[in-house]
């Protein structure tokens, strides 16, 4: 006689994403210190490779990856698939070359506060995975952040466009 779940799918994903968003913070806590300088680099390394993982999951998935506006689709999906329901999303597109994912609510955010009380090591987790994210998805575009909660703004912002615009706006 099969033995049945008392756990239901919806639960063990809560329980999964508040493990899966609480492991940086871990690691930071108990490596930073030994590891010193390098720490950011092989963190980075680390996250750099999940967005690997997130364009694989994209792909089997059949998330498409085109243009702006898809890459926002996709990339909010895979934001909620790996982090969890407690992440809240809007999207704005802007039109096929630029559009904006704002993040409303950020699992990582809660465990930073409710661990180490700040998130003075969040913004560059966030900025290695997007951009890598963004940029394995489609390498003809890009992520640049208007606004982040981690350094005191209301909402994330993220913009998603073509390379090429995003480098003729930073030589201006």
């Not at 996250?47 to 702006?68: I, K, N, V, Y």
């Not at 963004?134 to 703004?153: H, I, K, Q």
Request: glycine share 4%; hydrophobic share 40%.
């Amino acid at each position: 006689m099969p033995v049945r779940d008392p756990i239901s799918p919806e639960l063990k994903w809560q329980v999964v994403s508040r493990l899966f968003t609480s492991l940086p913070v871990m690691y930071d806590i108990t490596f930073r210190d030994a590891v010193g300088d390098q720490y950011d680099t092989l963190e980075h390394e680390i996250w750099m490779q999940l967005a690997s993982e997130a364009r694989s999951f994209a792909e089997s998935a059949g998330l498409p990856s085109t243009d702006a506006r898809n890459i926002m689709d996709t990339l909010r999906i895979i934001f909620l698939v790996f982090f969890g329901p407690d992440l809240r999303t809007e999207e704005i597109p802007i039109n096929s070359e630029r559009s904006v994912l704002m993040i409303k609510r950020c699992p990582f955010i809660a465990r930073e506060l409710a661990m180490r009380g700040g998130t003075e090591c969040l913004l560059s987790r966030c900025l290695a995975f997007s951009i890598a994210t963004v940029e394995a998805l489609n390498p003809e575009y890009t992520l640049r952040f208007v606004r982040s909660m981690c350094t005191g703004d209301r909402t994330c912002e993220l913009k998603i466009m073509k390379k090429e615009d995003a480098e003729k706006a930073e030589k201006k």
